[in-house]
């Protein structure tokens, strides 16, 4: 089982930046890809980015160049910094453990944080 907290979210004016925070416990956190979605009301779960456990990142097309990926396998923390912000974004983000490749589709990945808020206001 691995166990997972985020952290980070808020309310930001657009342009603005937050980072959030992911902390893993349970078993060996960088023998997994990290993932976070977010899901917007009455909108379904989309995928925003993933890091491998090898440390390849992928990026949805729309957060590209504004959002960064990363991982402390030391500290079995994954992090997601948002830059740049837009009303677009808010949404409630969720981080996710999966398998070592880093799939993009929700369902391939066994576990998921409560998830956090992000607002951005106009």
């Known amino acids: 089982q691995v166990q997972l907290v985020e952290s980070g979210g808020g309310l930001v004016q657009a342009g603005g930046s937050l980072r959030l925070s992911c902390a893993a416990s349970?078993?060996?956190?960088?023998?997994?890809?990290m993932g976070w979605f977010r899901q917007a009301p009455g909108k379904e779960r989309e995928f925003v980015t993933a890091i491998s456990s090898s440390g390849r990142t992928y990026y949805a097309d729309s957060v590209k160049g504004r959002f960064t990926i990363s991982r402390n396998n030391v500290k079995n923390t994954g992090f997601l910094q948002m830059n740049s912000l837009k009303p677009e974004d808010t949404a409630v983000y969720f981080c996710?453990?999966?398998?070592?490749?880093?799939?993009?589709?929700?369902?391939?990945?066994?576990?998921w944080g409560q998830g956090t808020q992000v607002t951005v206001s106009s």
């Open positions: 996710a453990a999966g398998p070592p490749l880093a799939p993009t589709t929700g369902n391939e990945y066994d576990y």
């Open positions: 349970g078993r060996t956190f960088s023998r997994y890809a």
